[in-house]
């Protein structure tokens, strides 16, 4: 039963282009959360997603950034017109609902050059 | 919101040795969960614990929901056990249910 898959691990993006961030959560859990975590600082949560909604993005910068989980397929936090300051580690947690705890990933480690 | 403090911030402990983590949390929460992120950056859960005591290995874990504190205690530490361990909280509504809020860390170093 294998856990939160993100991928890539590692993406280097030059300022301005696009960053896409893919997560698959664990197998029969429809909710999804993305979270930030800047160099020397705590995991700040972004936003909530279930399947083909988005619940609520109150954590996630109003330009450029965007996500998705559709019916089908993983989940995709897409970054536009990347900036210096995007760079970051982002993880991706899922959970089957209720009061059950959330399962993270191992992240995406973006770096903006 | 919901506040999320951690103590201490950073430790420094000889192989073998015991320790005792402590996360203070501000309101009731619905949901505590301590992790350790490694030094690849991997996060890794170690406890759900809202409530109660919970034991895996040389790791275990309490919370006292009503005094609003949890503690995390390594016995017996290992090179291997290094990292960052983060709490993070659940709170049980007005705009904090589904969302956690994570401590700043204790940074753990245990040298061989």
């Known amino acids: 039963n294998a856990g939160v898959m993100q991928n890539p691990r590692h993406l280097v993006r030059r300022r301005g282009q696009e960053a896409r961030l893919r997560c698959s959560p664990v197998?029969?859990?429809?909710?999804v959360y993305w979270y930030r975590q800047l160099p020397e600082e705590g995991l700040k949560f972004m936003v909530y997603l279930q399947k083909e909604n988005i619940i609520d993005e109150s954590g996630m910068p109003k330009e450029r950034f965007s996500a998705e989980f559709p019916k089908e397929g993983p989940s995709i936090l897409r970054i536009q017109q990347v900036v210096r300051g995007d760079s970051a580690a982002y993880f991706c947690?899922?959970?089957?609902?209720?009061?059950?705890?959330?399962?993270f990933g191992s992240g995406t480690r973006l770096t903006v050059v | 919101g919901i506040q999320v403090e951690q103590s201490p911030p950073d430790l420094i402990l000889q192989e073998g040795a015991n320790s005792t983590l402590r996360c203070n949390f501000s309101d009731s929460v619905n949901n505590l969960q301590w992790f350790h992120q490694n030094p690849w950056g991997q996060l890794i859960n170690l406890f759900y614990i809202p409530s109660g005591t919970k034991q895996n290995g040389r790791l275990s874990a309490t919370t006292v929901a009503t005094e609003r504190y949890s503690l995390l205690y390594i016995s017996s530490s290992q090179t291997t056990d290094s990292g960052v361990y983060f709490c993070a909280v659940e709170g049980l509504g007005g705009g904090s249910n589904y969302k956690l809020t994570f401590g700043k860390g204790t940074l753990l170093t245990v040298n061989p």
């Open positions: 197998k029969g859990h429809s909710h």
């Open positions: 947690a899922s959970s089957p609902g209720g009061s059950y705890g959330y399962t």
